[in-house]
Each structure stands twice: as structure tokens, then as C-alpha cells.
């Protein structure tokens, strides 16, 4: 049973950075792309970043871009979502997903999210 566990969210204040981590079971993450994406209750959920499996490609949505890093730890079948320069607009529930690729979509369960709150 394949299991995604997001933790590193918090409280920051517009500027501040946080680290979100993805920890996933019941599948290598090494044979897979990895998407972060993000859900609030006033937007849609949103892909973010994605991180091919072989690493040679990323995808960053245009809101984020040249703030956020995506990366991963094969080894660990963990993946990161470095996040600097946050706004109040980035206030979202973050989730990790395992993907054939990086413009494919996930349908199996979602983990329980990391929760950022962005304080202006």
C-alpha cells in the first residue's frame, strides 16, 4: 500500500522559507516522477513543481518560479520542496504525488498535505 507522508509546513512570515519533505512507502520514488502540488479553499489544487525520475527535467507553475526548488533522495525515496521568498499568496495545504511523468495525473490517495501559512 503506497503511503506519502508531507511534513515542514508552519507558520512564516512574507519572505521566510520553509523545507517540505515527502517520504513515501510502499514504492521507490527512485522509478517515478514526483509532484508537489498545493490546495486552498479559494483555488483548485495546483500543480507546483515535478521532478522527473531521471532528473532531467522540471517544472515549475510561473507563480513559483526562481523561488522554489524541487529535489529528491532516491536512497531515501524522499523528495523535497525548498520554498524561499514565500508570499501570502503561497498559504496552502502541500501534497507530494508519484507520477509516470510530469504532465501525467495521479489518482491514487493523497497523503494528509503539509499546511503553509504565510502571514503579510
Known amino acids: 500500500q503506497v503511503q506519502l507522508v508531507e511534513s515542514g509546513g508552519g507558520l512564516v512570515q512574507t519572505g521566510g522559507s520553509l523545507r517540505l519533505s515527502c517520504a513515501a512507502s510502499g514504492l521507490s520514488l527512485a522509478y517515478y516522477a514526483v509532484g508537489w502540488f498545493r490546495h486552498s479553499p479559494e483555488k483548485e489544487r495546483e500543480r507546483v513543481s515535478c521532478?522527473?525520475?531521471?532528473?532531467?527535467?522540471?517544472y515549475y507553475a510561473d507563480s513559483v518560479k526562481g523561488r522554489f526548488t524541487i529535489s529528491r533522495d532516491n536512497v531515501k525515496s524522499t523528495a523535497y520542496l525548498q520554498m524561499n521568498s514565500l508570499k501570502p499568496e503561497d498559504t496552502a495545504t502541500y501534497y507530494c504525488a508519484p507520477l509516470g511523468h510530469c504532465t501525467g495525473t495521479y489518482a491514487g490517495s493523497w497523503g494528509q498535505g503539509t499546511q503553509v501559512i504565510v502571514s503579510s
Open positions: 521532478l522527473s525520475a531521471r532528473g532531467d527535467f522540471t
